[in-house]
T-cell receptor, first 116, second 113 residues
Framework: GAGVSQSPSNKVTEKGKDVELRCDPI?????LYWYRQRLGQGLEFLIY????????KSGLPSDRFSAERTGESVSTLTIQRTQQEDSAVYLC??????????????FGPGTRLTVL | KNQVEQSPQSLIILEGKNCTLQ??????????LRWYKQDTGRGPVSLTI?????NTKSNGRYTATLDADTKQSSLHITASQLSDSASYIC????????????FGGGTRVLVKP
């Protein structure tokens, strides 16, 4: 079956521009996560959606970052006024949910963002 | 502060040889620990998940161990293959961590023929 998909796979933008990254989770998965992975570093949690509950936004690094999710499907991560330090791979993961974020997570291939 | 430390940061091994990766964590109280494999340019893929009561779990040539008392885990790769070249990430979930997982920085393994 289809896994988690993300688009675009690569995005190059100029400093100060806004970008929008998309994640399509596995069908039926109620939980969706966004992570950031800087070059050579570990994954950083950004935001978590579970069903219709209020998202856990505690990992968002600044108010330039926001994310939305339509029901239990597609999610978009928006970065406004991009900075060079935003350059990273942005990974999305989904899970069946119902275990407080501790269940098996299935990752997408990521979007590599480069801010010039 | 919840932390997950992995060692070594990187290692090179010859095809067919075994290797062991280490993971130490401070997350408490502990819920579960996972090992992921991340190929270059791809998202992480789960290898094993262990809860507090599990000491060892295998997935093919990968065997993970867990000592919840010392807060240590290891991932042993047996008879390495070229396709084992990847980053291996230790991820810990705490009971009180809400929806967050704590990720280690990973160990980059390179298997040479």
């Amino acid at each position: 079956g289809a896994g988690v998909s993300q688009s675009p796979s690569n995005k190059v933008t100029e400093k100060g521009k806004d970008v929008e990254l998309r994640c399509d989770p596995i069908s039926g998965h109620t939980a969706l996560y966004w992570y950031r992975q800087r070059l050579g570093q570990g994954l950083e949690f950004l935001i978590y959606f579970q069903g219709n509950s209020a998202p856990d936004k505690s990992g968002l690094p600044s108010d330039r970052f926001s994310a939305e999710r339509t029901g239990e499907s597609v999610s978009t991560l928006t970065i406004q006024r991009t900075q060079q330090e935003d350059s990273a791979v942005y990974l999305c993961a989904s899970s069946p949910g119902g275990s407080g974020g501790r269940g098996e997570q299935f990752f997408g291939p990521g979007t590599r963002l480069t801010v010039l | 502060k919840n932390q997950v430390e992995q060692s070594p940061q990187s290692l090179i091994i010859l095809e067919g040889k075994n290797c062991t990766l280490q993971c130490n964590y401070t997350v408490s109280p502990f819920s579960n620990l996972r090992w992921y494999k991340q190929d270059t340019g791809r998202g992480p893929v789960s290898l094993t998940i262990m809860t507090f009561s599990e000491n060892t779990k295998s997935n093919g040539r990968y065997t993970a161990t867990l000592d919840a008392d010392t807060k240590q885990s290891s991932l042993h790769i047996t008879a390495s293959q070229l396709s084992d070249s990847a980053s291996y990430i230790c991820v810990v979930s705490g009971v009180a961590a809400g929806n967050k997982l704590t990720f280690g920085g990973g160990t980059r393994v390179l298997v040479k023929p």
